[in-house]
């Protein structure tokens, strides 16, 4: 599209990555106004495919934020990571040979951000402001992993909670935040995406410490087989970053990990207000 244009509905395509997981979406220019049917043509396919992303756009962290805000409120940047001046919401990820990195890099084992929280974010927005070699992710779509659960298992999940810890708590949270991250927060095993009404798997081997009411070693290896289950090849997308890619990811129905991280690249990440997990 013709940049400063405004982006209508009309101007919107996507690209598939798998049927149901990550896709491309094409003809949006982030700097330019977006009309609101252009942006809800955008969040339709957020829905579709629960990661999506924007390639080659020219953001600056005001663009970004501006963005972002559409999706819902931004949550301030953790106290542990470095938040830029005058945008508490836009967290720099810097990973570098020359500088220590800014924030807590993304983790390389499998997580939905924030899962301890009490409310963890709806989504979140990772833009590749540079690098040369940004390293790739992956996503796994827990839809679909719930969905092709033995039926026998699915109504055992549906039982449950799981106990969400932070591995890391924010050394300047503050005692009584601190405290609560180690304890940790249930939430159901599975849930109901507030916006497509579909049920999702919520858990992950290294933050679900606990699935409340069984035996410790039942409950491990449960939570062991859910996430050797879920992490399989067929569920998976893997995105290789390229500079001025925006990534936005859903945390109710995603898992994701870091698989490499780049050389020399700073992101921008922003993470949108969500709601508490309805037991599905
Ligand atoms: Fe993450």
Not at 54 to 73: N, S
Request: net charge neutral; hydrophobic share 40%; aromatic share 6%.
């Amino acid at each position: 599209m013709a940049q400063g244009k405004v982006c209508l509905a009309a101007d919107v395509s996507v690209v598939a990555m798998t049927p149901d997981l990550g896709a491309e979406v094409r003809g949006v220019d982030l700097c330019a106004p977006l009309s609101d049917a252009c942006f809800a043509r955008i969040v339709e396919i957020f829905h579709r495919y629960g990661v999506i992303y924007l390639r080659e756009q020219a953001l600056d962290a005001r663009l970004l934020a501006r963005f972002a805000a559409r999706f819902g409120e931004a949550e301030p940047t953790p106290s542990d990571e470095h938040a830029l001046p005058g945008l508490p919401q836009v967290g720099v990820l810097v990973d570098s040979t020359r500088t220590a990195g800014h924030a807590r890099p993304e983790p390389s084992y499998w997580h939905s951000d924030r899962s301890h929280d009490a409310t963890p974010p709806a989504a979140t927005l990772l833009y590749a402001v540079n690098g040369a070699d940004t390293g790739s992710i992956e996503f796994v779509n827990m839809y679909a992993v719930f969905s092709a659960l033995a039926p026998e298992k699915q109504l055992l999940v549906q039982k449950l909670r799981g106990l969400h810890v932070a591995l890391s708590p924010e050394p300047h949270a503050g005692v009584e935040a601190n405290t609560a991250q180690r304890r940790g927060t249930e939430h159901p095993l599975v849930r109901i995406h507030p916006e497509t009404g579909k049920r999702a798997l919520y858990l992950a081997k290294e933050v679900v410490v606990r699935a409340a009411g069984l035996r410790e070693e039942d409950s491990r290896k449960l939570i062991e087989q859910l996430e050797a289950f879920a992490t399989q090849p067929r569920f998976v997308y893997a995105h290789r970053w390229r500079k001025g890619d925006l990534l936005i990811w859903d945390n109710r129905c995603t898992l994701h990990r870091m698989l490499s991280h780049g050389s020399d690249r700073t992101l921008y990440r922003i993470r949108v207000r969500g709601e508490e997990p309805i037991a599905g």
